[in-house]
């Protein structure tokens, strides 16, 4: 009884509560504050069950998918290590929830757990949408406790396929009202991705528990709905659909040079802008364009996988989704529809980097492997095997405990920058220089400081426009025109639809009296489709316009005319720079 209550606990802590917390860690060093907590909360959860089990014999069951799930793992570390990234808090901690997830028998429970959280969440949206709580999204009122209506969408959407399977199976009055709030939040949420993925798994729940027969007729006419209701979807955002489009085109390149063992772990982050402003380069014409942002993952987790692992990680993954769907085992059909969820998520967004939607997934693959046995190993469980695991457990607690509190001093001193200007120090700075959310973040400050004209840790920072942006003004601040024109115009290919780099550009080519230069940027911006027109845009191109009529350095203006591929593309060869680095990271 006490070992139940014990699992129960856990239950509601990890699928419940994790969320919850999700807002509080805040969205920079969500993984580590977060991964570290669920260590210490696993970890008490173990210590509670070493006293208090009164067995001696213990039996340990291993399946293909707890290989498979071992092997990747495996992996992972080998690739962040490789690229001198460490393993990560976040990853120990993953496994160490499917150990112990892994263990469990209170499915009952766990579907409880899962509709709660669902039903939380979804209300938590609605009550956003009508005002009676706060978004933590200056931009989207509803978000629940995540950070963008997308990611709401999807943790209820999962959630949801589990409550719907419940009221299948126990016919429950009660999974009829989370089911009812969990909809109402999707509709709030407005993610196609996961209306999709609920659409999806609750069509294979239905065949399973109804036994319904298949042919290829309805195959046929079921593909044909979901393809119309597919293009529906599409039809309703093209904007975003075509910005994924773009992503996509451009990570098959990346997937190129290097198919097999892929380009290591954060690479896709490292490297994706770079390829995007080469893509642009020999495309300056390009439809998509107007479609270009700052990406840091590819929204596919399998184009991710692949950028990154190569066929290899493509391998794995197809085998741990064969365990769960294949082999023979008596897993519930509800954590398999759950796994169909998840997939269909991957497709289109980026679950692996949601926190607590990996952990959910986690959870789910640990449920569907429970029963598909294939070693057994048997051993005695003396008291001093017990008091050795709950001494290493013990100094699991407090190491993670330290790097909690560690990371969230980090968080704090790295949130307060712009207010107390005090820099972190050469220790923190280091553990955290290749969290990519939080390299955009700190170079911005660093380079609005008077005091970083000469730090190092410029030299850390990651490709982005927004980066670049920031590069490009810092040295033209300082009449630094050569870096300032290499950065600018790297900025200026990466997202072609926004103004600012070729501005400043611009102002450069006046300064410098190079005024052939800044009637051909001048052009060029006039020329440009701005995404969304602004009083700002609105005023560079006022000026641009200005210029122009003003008749500067007397050329005929009729005749000036932008060119793709103008003297402006060719002057400079800050690509060349810019391919030698890309070219060195591939072979390393």
Known sequence: MKTEIADILIVSLAVILLPLMYTCAGFIFSREILGSAVIVILGIYLLLRIFISNSFHSTLNIGYTDIIVAIVFIIGCIYKLSDGKGAGID???????????????????????????????GAVVIFQAIGMVGSINN?????????????AGCFIAICSVVTVGYMLASRSRTAIVFLVVQLAGLIVCDSRTAWVAVVAAVLYLLIR????????????????????????????????????????????????????????????????????????????????????????????????????????GVLILMALIYSVFKLPNKCSTIWRGAVIALLVIGLFSYPTEIYPILSLATIIVAFAACHNLRITIQFNFSYRLKLACALIVGVLIMGSGGYFCRYLRISNNT???????????????NRVKNNGFFNEYYIGWLLSDPRATHSERLCDAKPSYQVYLYLGEYHYMRRDYEDAIKYLMTASDMIPCRLRANYYLWKIYKEKKNFTMALEIAQKVLSQEVKIES?????????????????????????????????LLRQYTAYQKLEFRIQRKLQF
């Open 91 to 121: 990853t120990m901690a993953l496994l160490i929830l499917y150990m112990v997830i892994r263990r469990l028998r209170v499915t009952h429970w766990m579907y409880i757990a899962f509709s709660i959280s669902g039903t939380v969440q």
């Open 209 to 312: 528990q109804y036994n319904l027969k298949i042919n290829a007729f309805k195959i046929f006419l079921t593909l044909i709905v979901f393809a119309l209701f597919f293009l529906l979807l599409v039809c309703y955002r093209y904007e975003s659909v075509a910005g994924r489009f773009l992503v996509w085109k451009i990570s098959a390149q990346m997937f190129s040079a290097s198919p097999i063992l892929g380009l290591g772990a954060g690479s896709f982050s490292d490297n994706y802008m770079l390829y995007q402003a080469l893509y642009f380069k020999e495309n300056p014409s390009s439809q998509l364009s107007g479609y270009a942002d700052d990406v840091m993952m590819p929204f596919n987790e399998y184009v991710c996988i692949g950028v990154q692992y190569g066929i290899f």
């Open 535 to 567: 009083t700002t845009t609105l005023a560079i191109k006022r000026q641009m316009r200005d210029f122009i009529n003003s008749g500067v350095g007397n050329f005929n203006k009729e005749k000036l005319e932008y060119h793709p591929k103008s003297q």
């Open 415 to 429: 949130y307060s920058l712009y207010v107390t200007g005090k820099d972190l120090s050469n220790d923190d700075y």
């Open 139 to 151: 931009i989207h009122e509803a978000c629940g406790t995540f950070y963008n209506p997308g990611q």
